[in-house]
């Protein structure tokens, strides 16, 4: 897992709200990456962020936010526009902005009842 | 924890077997290439990666054989551990973007 670290490991929420998934890291990475990831499929991605106060969107960027504020800090807003929220969310982070060696945080198993 | 090997590919070997994960990767112009190890619940670990001006790239019981010519990228694990169970994972970066593309995996199973 390295420097990154994601909370909460488990997460439920009902349906309708909106959540934000935590991920810090404290290896001095430059970009950082959110992915979901569903099972039997590789990872999608969501949004990432090569500097502090800018963040592009990925793949499935629809019904999900982020903000960077910080170099080491990239939470994840999935709002109750997120149709099938429920899936496990990966954070990663790189040295640089392209995209050698990601390393992953442990996830988070996001539940929505 | 989260099962991620659902209907996955699936790779069935000894223990001290020697195993090949296979990669087909879609775009030429890709210039970077990871294999990641992802174990039940948890996040991918790095395991090796080759640029596109290598052909080969041995790491510890890893070895990562890039084959451009028809887009095929593949992992070798030497004396398979039961360890080494997880599911596999490619990704590619095409050249100029700061993304990866990710596989959906193999799934690799170890017998002692």
């Known amino acids: 897992d390295g420097g990154i670290t994601q909370s909460p490991k488990y997460l439920f929420r009902k349906e309708g709200q909106n959540v934000t998934l935590s991920c810090e890291q404290n290896?001095?990475?430059?970009?950082m990456y959110w992915y979901r990831q569903d099972p039997g499929q590789g990872l999608r991605l969501i949004y990432y962020?090569?500097?502090?106060?800018?963040?592009q969107k990925g793949d499935i960027a629809e019904g999900y936010s982020v903000s960077r504020e910080k170099k080491e800090s990239f939470p994840l807003t999935v709002t109750s526009a997120q149709k099938n929220p429920t899936a496990f969310y990966l954070c990663?982070?790189?040295f640089g902005q392209g995209a050698d060696e990601q390393f992953f945080g442990p996830g988070t198993r996001l539940t929505v009842l | 924890g989260e099962s991620v090997g659902l209907h996955l590919p699936t790779l069935s070997v000894q223990e001290g077997d020697n195993s090949i994960i296979n990669c087909a990767y879609s775009?030429?112009?890709?210039?970077?290439f990871i294999w990641y190890k992802q174990e039940s619940g948890k996040g991918p670990q790095f395991i090796i990666d080759?640029?596109?001006?290598?052909d080969k790239r041995q790491g510890q019981r890893v070895t990562v054989l890039l084959n451009k010519t028809v887009k095929h990228l593949s992992l070798q694990i030497a004396a398979t551990q039961p360890g080494d169970s997880a599911v596999y994972f490619c990704?590619?970066?095409?050249?100029?973007?700061?993304?990866?593309?990710f596989g959906k995996g193999t799934m690799l199973l170890v017998s002692p």
């Open positions: 080759i640029r596109s001006n290598m």
């Open positions: 290896l001095n990475h430059d970009a």
């Open positions: 990663a982070s790189t």
């Open positions: 962020s090569q500097i502090v106060n800018d963040f």
């Open positions: 990704a590619e970066r095409t050249s100029g973007y700061s993304t990866l593309t």
């Open positions: 775009n030429s112009a890709s210039d970077y």
